[in-house]
Every structure is written in C-alpha cells, then in structure tokens.
Nanobody, 115 residues
Framework: QVQLVESGGGLVQPGGSLRLSCAASRSIFSFGAMGWYRQAPGKQRDLVATITSGGSKNYADSVKDRFTISRVSDMNMVYLQMNSLKPEDTAVYYC?????????WGQGTQVTVSS
C-alpha cells in the first residue's frame, strides 16, 4: 500500500512563504506523476501543481510564478515551495500520486494565510 505523508503547513502572514513536503513510501519514479492539490472550505479540490516522472511541470494559473514544485528522487520526496502567499491560498493541501489507473492521496496539511 502506498503512503503519502505531507508536512510543512501552518499559519503565515500575507506575502510570506511556506514549503510543503510529501514523503512517499516508495520510489517516486514508480508513479507517472505526482502533485499537489488543495481544497478550501465549501469548495472542490483543485490542482495546484504536478510533476511527471519525466520532470515536466504544470501549475494552476492562480499560482504560476509564486509556487514551485520540485522533487528529490533518492529521498522519495516531493516539495511545494509557496511564495508571496495570499489569503485565497488558504486551504488543506494534499499530496497526490498517480500510476496507471490508480491514484493515491495523503492526509492533507492545513495552510492558513492571514494577518
């Protein structure tokens, strides 16, 4: 069974930065893609950023030029560096991994952007 464990969420002021981490229980190259999604209260879960096994990255328009997805393969880690945070970035952030027809989710980490 694949496990994804997120960490790094918290409370930050507008304009601040946070780095989220996702630890996978097996090689991240065993997945076709990994990424981050977020869900605000009362809203659907939306894509934030993804990275394929080949290294291609994709970002939601709302986070382009502010967020960066990266990975350290020998540590089975995927990161989301979030800069210039805005109140509308407040949500639970989930790590996601896809392989073939299977999809895995972490338990989520809360990010709150507020003064």
């Amino acid at each position: 069974q694949v496990q994804l464990v997120e960490s790094g969420g918290g409370l930050v002021q507008p304009g601040g930065s946070l780095r989220l981490s996702c630890a996978a229980s097996r090689s991240i190259f065993s997945f076709g893609a990994m990424g981050w999604y977020r869900q605000a209260p009362g809203k659907q879960r939306d894509l934030v950023a993804t990275i394929t096994s080949g290294g291609s990255k994709n970002y939601a328009d709302s986070v382009k030029d502010r967020f960066t997805i990266s990975r350290v393969s020998d540590m089975n880690m995927v990161y989301l560096q979030m800069n210039s945070l805005k109140p509308e970035d407040t949500a639970v952030y989930y790590c996601n991994a896809k392989t073939g027809s299977r999809e895995y989710w972490g338990q989520g980490t809360q990010v709150t952007v507020s003064s």
